[in-house]
């Protein structure tokens, strides 16, 4: 049986979950297309896998910093079958808070394999755990 392209960027965005986890922010490189841009939950940008892995690297030397996850709720492909839309939830912990939000993830089909072309978070959120 062959695997949907929507299940296929389900499980995609599930390994990425699991990478942010363990902090192996380089792993997380060929999930990201070279040009790709991050508009993250302040509004700030990051153009370019280097400078989004470098974000990941940074934020993972924080000692308060847990995890994101991002959680899939739908996924929209276009007529052709070689872009998809990914909209869902997200979830940032840290030590001392937790913050959520929604994001849309654009993705692109390169030689057979879905990357991530763009992401924007918005942060809708906060709160100090206790």
């Known amino acids: ?11 995609r965005r ?6 942010i986890a363990r ?3 380089e792993r997380l490189r060929p999930f ?16 370019g896998a280097d400078a989004v892995i470098a974000a990941f690297a ?15 709720g739908t996924v929209e492909l276009d ?4 872009r998809a839309a990914e909209a869902g939830r997200w979830t940032g912990a840290w030590r ?4 959520r939000g929604t994001y849309l993830a654009a993705w692109r089909k390169v030689t ?13 959120g906060w709160k100090r755990p206790g």
């Open 1 to 11: 049986m062959a695997t949907t392209p929507e299940d296929a960027i389900r499980a």
């Open 14 to 19: 599930k390994l990425t979950n699991r990478l």
């Open 112 to 124: 057979g394999q879905w990357m991530i072309e763009s992401e924007t978070f918005v942060t809708l």
């Open 79 to 82: 007529a052709a079958g070689e």
């Open 32 to 47: 990201f297309l070279r040009d790709a841009t991050v508009i993250v939950g302040d509004g700030s940008l990051i153009v």
């Open 23 to 25: 902090h192996a922010a």
């Open 58 to 72: 940074a934020q993972f030397t924080d000692p308060g910093f847990i995890t994101f996850v991002r959680e899939t």
């Open 96 to 99: 001392d808070q937790e913050m």
